[in-house]
């Protein structure tokens, strides 16, 4: 298998970044979107990004046009009828991802590959609503998509090795990333050990223990972390942390999953991190 004609489903943070570096490679990319107002929304995403890379130099203004050039954005799954790969990078939501995936098995072509880029929600369950359960599979990025180097790529207990070699090789040798695997277990390998530690961070805080500032400080000044937890939780927002954190306690049942009374607070009041303007700090 090899993958030419690529779907995006979203363009969000991570469906953005997935379209830009997917284009990159010399891939022809739809983006869908639910509206023409997330339409523009995504467009503006990958053509900051792009402006961003031109101005770094990091690509030149002949790579500039030809990847903008290369992403087209849809709202009719209809459009993806010839895709070979189609990477879904919806919210976590699992009902919603069920549906998408009901949809993209009624309307792509049969040998397509349907990825997910779920941080946490079980493959299994996407393929099972499939009628090609071997070619479902995870294909996890991670924020700043142009600029991280990792995607995990997780089997189900369904998913073929034709599958699996496929989309390894696609993200090794198109994408020039590099790939681990992981089983297919709520939160893969990255997330499993990352969000007990950010939810720990969010309980100090909440205790009163330390400050935002001091527990950002401390790890990145007394661990060498780039980043500290309450601003990576910012990165990543609140409300995928929130969903991450949820499902991963309703599969393992243990309490370091489940998510503190503070981060759902802030999700119901839309303090989501960056995306908003504000999290556990501000971007205004």
């Known amino acids: 298998m090899s993958f030419q004609n690529v779907a995006v489903i979203g363009g969000g943070t991570m469906g953005a970044g997935i379209a830009e570096v997917t284009a990159k490679a010399g891939c022809d990319v739809i983006v869908l979107e639910v509206s023409e107002p997330a339409v523009e929304a995504g467009r503006t995403r990958i ?37 070979d790969l189609v990477i879904e990078a919806a919210p976590e939501s699992a009902e919603l991802k069920f549906e998408i995936f009901r949809t993209l098995d009624a309307v792509v072509q049969p040998n397509a590959v349907l990825a997910s880029n779920t941080s946490s929600i079980p493959l299994v369950k996407m393929a099972a609503v499939t009628k090609r359960p071997t070619q479902v599979v995870g294909v996890h990025f991670f924020n700043p998509v142009p600029v991280l180097p990792l995607v995990e790529i997780v089997e189900s207990l369904l998913t073929s090795q034709d599958t699996l070699l496929a989309v390894t090789d ?10 681990i695997r992981s089983k297919d277990r709520a939160g893969f390998v990255v997330n499993a050990l990352l969000v007990p530690y950010i939810l720990s961070a969010v309980r100090m805080l909440e205790s009163g223990f330390a400050s935002a500032e001091d527990i950002d400080l401390g790890m990145v000044k007394g661990c060498a972390h780039p980043m500290g937890p309450l601003a990576l939780a910012d990165l990543i927002g609140l409300d995928t942390c929130a969903a991450i954190a949820e499902s991963m306690y309703a599969e393992f049942k243990e309490q370091l999953f489940t998510p503190p009374p503070l981060l ?15 999290g556990f700090f501000s971007y205004a």
């Open 47 to 83: 053509g900051g990004s792009l402006a961003k890379a031109l101005r770094n130099g990091r690509i030149d203004e002949a790579e500039h046009d030809a990847v903008l050039g290369r992403i087209r954005f849809v709202t009719d799954y209809a459009e993806l009828h010839d895709r």
């Open 170 to 179: 696609f993200a090794e040798k198109t994408l020039h990333k590099q790939t």
């Open 264 to 278: 759902l607070r802030m999700c119901e009041a839309g303090l989501l991190g960056r995306k908003s303007g504000r």
